[in-house]
């Protein structure tokens, strides 16, 4: 397992737009991906669970793969995170 914190710089956290991107990024990978946020870990490739998470601007997140291709599945959701998720 890989893990890297991140902080979330949308202005509007992970609402239904942002969560739908990080989840069709992220659904390229095998490995499972989940976010963990206030002691709670979320399935990153369901946009429901992303936007059930209540992620807000602000917010350090820590990104966690587990699986066959792990490193480069933790690449690409801090990529996108940092990227601002397309706002």
Known sequence: MV????????EQGLHMRPAGILVKELKKYASDVNLVFNEKKVNAKSVMNV???CIKNGAEITVECSGEDEQDALK???????SGLGE
């Open 3 to 10: 893990s890297q914190t991140i902080t979330i710089k949308n």
């Open 51 to 53: 936007i059930a998470a």
């Open 76 to 82: 690409a959701a801090i990529s996108v995170i940092e």
